[in-house]
């Protein structure tokens, strides 16, 4: 059975932008659920549709892969679905280690969506004594003064941190010192890691924090629309939300809006720098559905 240690994704040799990398996940589980459906063939509109991108991007990065559909006809379905695979690594097996099993640890070894995806998780790690021997999703926790031995004994290169924040950079050394070359990371601080390894950072707390300045943005707009014939016209301070008053001062320009759209197109050069290297970026992640 091949493993992470032995065989490397095709996109970097063959020059496939970050930004598409990222975006091809979204590809696959859409033509998943077509496949599921038993649907033969999909336009570029629909599936870019159910992608949440625009036709035009979706068209471009398929021309990376080599892929083009066939005019009043579309894209075959299971071929994209395995071209896409094969891209994304995903026809080999991975073995994953997940060090850290508190709530979330728990809860992403329980998650049943890895097995599916070409994920194995390999084993799980903790620091707490009473941890160890006890099953988590039927698979043994181990102790971390084993951790090397076990990066080792099965072939891992990828890694995922879900312990507390003060722990997450020695853990990171460690992994990466084993061999880890790829790390998931759940912690909420920022991770030093050597040229060659790359991080990509879940921060929970991060995403709400962006829907929370969506949700403010949205109440100025709904207090600053224009009243009805009679009603009395709100003043700026008692209609924005608290720590908004900066935003209303008249005069000031509004900022525009961000686009979660606009969010995913992001330079593929940043995109990039912010997967890359010492310290890595905050790059918000989402576990796919």
Same mark, same amino acid.
């Given at each position: 059975?091949?493993?992470?240690?032995?065989?490397?994704?095709?996109?970097? @040799?063959?020059?496939?932008?970050?930004?598409?990398?990222?975006?091809?996940?979204?590809?696959?589980?859409?033509?998943?659920?077509? +496949?599921?459906? +038993?649907?033969?063939?999909?336009?570029?509109?629909?599936?870019?549709?159910?992608? &949440?991108?625009? @036709?035009?991007?979706?068209?471009?990065?398929?021309?990376?892969?080599?892929?083009?559909?066939?005019?009043?006809?579309? $894209?075959?379905?299971?071929?994209?679905? $395995?071209?896409?695979?094969?891209?994304? #690594?995903?026809?080999?097996?991975?073995?994953?280690?997940?060090?850290?099993?508190?709530?979330?640890?728990?809860?992403?070894?329980?998650? !049943?969506?890895?097995?599916?995806?070409?994920?194995?998780?390999?084993?799980?790690?903790?620091?707490?004594?009473?941890?160890?021997?006890?099953?988590?999703? #039927?698979?043994?926790?181990?102790?971390?003064?084993?951790?090397?031995?076990?990066?080792?004994?099965? !072939?891992? @290169?990828?890694?995922?941190?879900?312990?507390?924040?003060?722990? /997450?950079?020695?853990?990171?050394?460690?992994?990466?010192?084993?061999?880890?070359?790829?790390?998931?990371?759940?912690?909420?601080?920022?991770?030093?890691?050597?040229? !060659?390894?790359?991080?990509?950072?879940?921060?929970?707390?991060?995403?709400?924090?962006?829907?929370?300045?969506?949700?403010?943005?949205?109440?100025?707009? %709904?207090?600053?629309?224009?009243?009805?014939? #009679?009603?009395?016209?709100?003043?700026?301070?008692?209609?924005?939300?608290?720590?908004?008053?900066?935003?209303?001062?008249?005069?000031?320009?509004?900022? /525009?809006?961000? @686009?979660? /759209?606009?969010?995913?197109?992001? %330079?593929?050069?940043?995109?990039?720098?912010?997967?890359? &290297?010492?310290?890595? #970026?905050?790059?918000?992640?989402?576990?796919?559905?």
């Amino acid at each position: 059975m091949a493993t992470g240690r032995t065989h490397r994704p095709a996109t970097r @040799s063959r020059g496939i932008p970050e930004a598409t990398v990222a975006r091809l996940p979204l590809y696959l589980r859409a033509l998943t659920a077509l +496949s599921e459906r +038993s649907v033969p063939t999909v336009s570029s509109e629909e599936l870019a549709a159910a992608a &949440g991108v625009n @036709s035009a991007k979706l068209r471009k990065d398929f021309s990376y892969l080599g892929s083009y559909g066939t005019r009043g006809v579309g $894209y075959d379905v299971e071929y994209l679905v $395995y071209q896409i695979s094969r891209e994304l #690594g995903l026809t080999q097996d991975w073995p994953v280690v997940i060090v850290g099993i508190g709530n979330l640890g728990a809860a992403l070894a329980n998650y !049943g969506g890895f097995a599916s995806r070409g994920f194995r998780v390999a084993a799980l790690i903790d620091a707490d004594p009473a941890m160890a021997g006890k099953p988590v999703a #039927g698979i043994p926790v181990q102790h971390t003064d084993d951790l090397e031995r076990i990066i080792k004994d099965n !072939g891992v @290169s990828i890694g995922v941190i879900a312990t507390p924040a003060g722990a /997450a950079q020695q853990v990171c050394d460690r992994l990466v010192a084993a061999g880890v070359t790829s790390i998931l990371n759940f912690a909420p601080t920022v991770l030093s890691v050597p040229e !060659g390894v790359d991080v990509r950072k879940v921060d929970l707390s991060i995403e709400l924090q962006i829907l929370a300045f969506h949700e403010q943005r949205k109440a100025g707009e %709904d207090a600053g629309a224009v009243p009805a014939a #009679g009603q009395a016209v709100p003043s700026p301070a008692a209609s924005a939300p608290a720590g908004a008053a900066a935003a209303a001062v008249p005069g000031a320009p509004a900022a /525009a809006p961000l @686009s979660a /759209a606009a969010a995913a197109a992001a %330079d593929d050069d940043a995109v990039a720098a912010a997967r890359k &290297g010492r310290p890595e #970026g905050d790059v918000p992640a989402v576990m796919p559905a």
